[in-house]
């Protein structure tokens, strides 16, 4: 359960940045 949380917060962190990176881009 832990590993599947972190790994759900690492998917959101991750798709955060895409967002960020496709807006300055």
Do not use: P, T
């Not at 359960?1 to 881009?25: C, F, P, T, W």
């Amino acid at each position: 359960k832990e590993s599947y949380r972190q790994g759900s917060k690492a998917e959101e962190k991750s798709s955060k940045a895409l967002m960020a990176i496709d807006g300055v881009g």
